[in-house]
């Protein structure tokens, strides 16, 4: 296994995280729990690990995904700004339309 993307931003993990399944990529995650209040100020970053033999290609996903990510939009269903490196609206999944 190989980690392929971290953040400390969960949503943009889990986005990533779509990413990959998306791409036919088996993910597993690490950290994704940490919620027990113990470590105050210090929360874990949540971590992408794939198999080896699908690295290369999930950070060409990866890649390919954070290349576009410079525009907000708006959704059109909800009206929420989100950022360009979401395809799908954080608020209410709808995906995005160009
Ligand atoms: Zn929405």
Not at 10 to 32: F, Q, T, Y
Not at 75 to 86: H, I, L, P, T, V
Request: net charge negative; with cysteine; glycine share 6%.
């Amino acid at each position: 296994m190989k980690q392929v993307y971290t953040n400390e931003n969960r949503l943009l993990a889990m986005n990533s995280k779509n990413r990959l399944e998306n791409a036919g990529i088996n993910v597993r995650l690490k950290n994704e729990y940490c919620s027990d209040g113990a470590t105050p100020g210090h929360q874990a970053w949540l971590e992408l690990w794939v198999d080896d033999g699908d690295y290369q290609d999930s950070l060409e996903v990866l890649k390919t995904a954070l290349s576009d990510c410079s525009t907000e939009w708006t959704c059109q269903s909800c009206k929420e700004e989100n950022s360009g490196e979401f395809k799908i609206c954080w608020n209410c999944q709808q995906a995005l339309s160009v």
